[in-house]
């Protein structure tokens, strides 16, 4: 069974960096996505980035485009998600998700992925 570890969530001030970590495990084939997500209290889960490990595709949400940065480590089998410039809307849990037999176009959907990470809390103080 696939499982997914995120670290690397904490307190950071507005314009600060955190970078968060994904460790996945448990697969047998290449053709995945991981998904990093985030979910404020009283929101919905939301899509904030997305890497396909067949094609090294990224995406990137409106919101944190410019600011964001998804990368992948194949041999440690990590995924990163470098966060610059936070601001005060991007506190939440972040949480990575594994979806195998990726569909590009659904990148942002929550059904999209099979297998979710426990999440990793990222506050940001003003």
């Known amino acids: 069974e696939v499982q997914l570890v995120e670290s690397g969530g904490g307190l950071v001030q507005a314009g600060g960096s955190l970078r968060l970590s994904c460790a996945v495990s448990?697969?047998?084939?290449?053709?995945?996505?991981i998904g990093w997500f985030r979910q404020a209290p009283g929101k919905e889960r939301e899509g904030v980035s997305c890497?396909?490990?067949?094609?090294?595709?990224?995406y990137y949400a409106d919101s944190v485009k410019g600011r964001f940065t998804i990368s992948s480590d194949n041999a440690e089998n990590t995924v990163y998600l470098q966060m610059n410039s936070l601001k005060p809307e991007d506190p939440a849990v972040y949480y990575c998700?594994?979806?195998?037999?990726?569909?590009?176009?659904?990148?942002?959907?929550?059904?999209?992925?099979?297998?979710w990470g426990q999440g990793t809390q990222v506050t940001v103080s003003s």
């Open positions: 998700a594994y979806a195998w037999g990726f569909r590009e176009s659904l990148w942002t959907e929550v059904y999209e992925y099979e297998y």
């Open positions: 890497i396909s490990r067949e094609n090294g595709n990224t």
């Open positions: 448990g697969f047998t084939f290449d053709d995945y996505a």
